[in-house]
């Protein structure tokens, strides 16, 4: 399956009749999917339908749908608000009588009267409701073709952007792996050096246990074996993750959590400026990856 992105945009634009309607659709970041739409009046009933769709073909992100129609004037029928007019008619009777020298008003300027007339949308039968309701629907599934093929043309590129930079954590890996520093010789020769300066501060008084103790824990801080293979089993993760696609932006998140912290104890460990400058470089790609990954589905 191919990554997506959790953003994007679509449009798709029917008629069916004297209908014609136009949907947008708009998906930003989202820990789930949360969708919220917005439809006319009186195809309420669609909303079911609609979550369903969309449910079909996504995942992740926060999705707008937007649904806005017209009907074609010409459709349109006047008719006499017959609640209106007969308000009318009551204010009419109730002046006469208060004020019997009024001339009586025209018929003319009776329906002149705002709300007498209205124009109203012509009733469509059940038949023609429901072929108006499918038309809307297939309408719908095209714009989130439309909508799921962006979003993966974005997941596309995001995803060439992090196999990059997994790359980039594999070699800072390898090259903390090689380092001099990590030499047993290297180590041995610095744990000697702390030992010797440890034994200085304290006189030559230092408790032979102590001394032990301190030498066991020179030489755990010294060790970086298990943080750097665990930084290579996340690269073989993130990359299988990658290649087998869908949506897995919430698991490479876990991953890209799980590089930082051993990045960071890698850091802490260190007492060798080489070892310091690839952890922090570890860091950094570490930070942009995650940006990465919090945009996929």
Do not use: Y
Request: some cysteine.
């Amino acid at each position: 399956m191919a990554l997506a992105s959790m953003t994007g945009f679509a449009r798709s634009i029917g008629e069916s009749g004297p209908v014609r309607w136009t949907w947008e659709l708009r998906s930003v970041n989202g820990k789930s999917l949360d969708l919220r739409i917005r439809i006319p009046t009186g195809l309420e009933t669609l909303e079911p339908k609609i979550r369903e769709r969309c449910a079909k073909v996504l995942r992740r992100g926060n999705v707008s749908i937007g649904l806005s129609m017209n009907r074609d004037q010409s459709e349109q029928q006047l008719q006499v608000n017959e609640s209106a007019l007969e308000a009318v008619l009551v204010t009419i009777e109730l002046l006469k009588n208060r004020v019997p020298e009024l001339a009586p008003p025209s018929v003319d300027g009776i329906l002149s009267q705002k709300g007498v007339f209205e124009l109203k949308e012509p009733e469509d039968d059940e038949v023609a409701q429901l072929a108006l309701h499918n038309a809307l629907l297939t309408s719908l599934d095209a714009a989130l073709i439309d909508l799921v093929d962006m979003r993966h043309t974005e997941g596309k590129a995001i995803g060439s952007v992090v196999r990059d930079q997994i790359d980039r954590i594999a070699d800072l890996t390898q090259a903390a792996e090689v380092l001099p520093a990590r030499k047993p010789e290297a180590i041995k020769a610095r744990l000697k050096k702390q030992l010797t300066d440890l034994l200085e501060a304290a006189d030559g008084q230092l408790d032979p246990q102590r001394l032990h103790q301190e030498a066991v824990f020179l030489a755990t801080k010294a060790d970086i074996r298990e943080e750097l293979d665990r930084l290579h089993a996340h690269v073989t993760a993130v990359r299988e993750l990658m290649d087998s696609g869908g949506a897995i932006g919430r698991r490479l998140d876990f991953l890209a959590q799980e590089f930082n912290r051993e990045a960071n104890t890698l850091c802490s460990k260190s007492n060798d400026v080489d070892l310091t400058a690839i952890g922090l470089d570890l860091k950094a790609v570490i930070d942009q990856m995650r940006e990465q990954i919090q945009n996929l589905e």
